[in-house]
């Protein structure tokens, strides 16, 4: 009930590619869903974030797609290159006491080839 | 820009042992978390802390782990007495004025704990 399934778990394209990262929900009390980028040695980057009743938002060259009636949602990566490389992870955000709580995917490792 | 700082960078210890990972959040936030990730595996809800009381913990946060906030800059994440299983990469994150909607988490740079 509270999972986010994510695939694939890796991913290797041609710079300039479109890798298309997707994720699927059960809990309908999700509100919010965020994607986080982590490189190595580092902790997982807010990149993007979309709530529920937008079906696309777009940011530079990353874009997310949500369908609330299939409760899944996807991110796209347009030209991408080399710099990209990294591994990205989608996430649930739920109300959860007095703070949020989000709940993750369990990530992708995107490699762009230059 | 601000940013959560964590320290050490890597814990070896012993089974058994107790250890304590300190984070220093984004100063002025009001919300602290402890997530961790084991190796290749996904990234895990542990405890979400506020007004300095615990709001939230997971199952995985059980009697052997606690949290506390000693001073105004510090969150510190206590393991009593480590297990193997306890291994993994631990991320502190802290969150601004509000826990509303769009409020976004941001994460340090880890901890990896060893556990022999």
């Known amino acids: 009930q509270q999972q986010v399934k994510q695939s694939p778990q890796s991913l290797i394209v041609q710079k300039g590619g479109i890798p298309i990262i997707n994720c699927a929900y059960e809990?309908?009390?999700?509100?919010?869903f965020p994607w986080y980028q982590q490189f190595p040695g580092k902790g997982p980057a807010l990149l993007i974030a979309?709530?529920?009743?937008?079906s696309e938002k777009k940011e530079g060259r990353f874009t997310i797609s949500f369908n609330k009636s299939a409760k899944q949602f996807s991110l796209h990566i347009m030209d991408s290159q080399p710099g990209d490389s990294a591994t990205y992870f989608c996430a649930a955000s739920i109300s959860s006491g007095s703070a949020r709580q989000l709940t993750f995917g369990s990530g992708t490792q995107l490699t762009v080839l230059p | 820009e601000p940013e959560v700082t964590q320290t050490p960078s890597h814990q070896v210890t012993q089974m058994g042992q107790e250890v304590i990972l300190r984070c220093v959040p984004i100063s002025n936030h009001l919300y602290f978390y402890w997530y961790r990730q084991i190796l290749g595996q996904k990234v895990e809800f542990l405890v979400s802390f506020y007004n300095n009381e615990i709001s939230e913990k997971s199952e995985i946060f059980d009697d052997q782990f606690s949290v506390e906030r000693p001073d105004g800059s510090n969150f510190t994440l206590k393991i009593r007495s480590t297990k193997l299983e306890d291994s993994a990469m631990y991320f502190c994150?802290?969150?601004?004025?509000?826990?509303?909607?769009?409020?976004?988490?941001?994460f340090g740079p880890g901890t990896r704990l060893t556990v022999l």
């Open positions: 809990n309908t009390a999700f509100d919010y």
């Open positions: 979309i709530r529920p009743d937008v």
């Open positions: 994150a802290s969150s601004g004025y509000r826990a509303s909607l769009t409020d976004t988490q941001y």
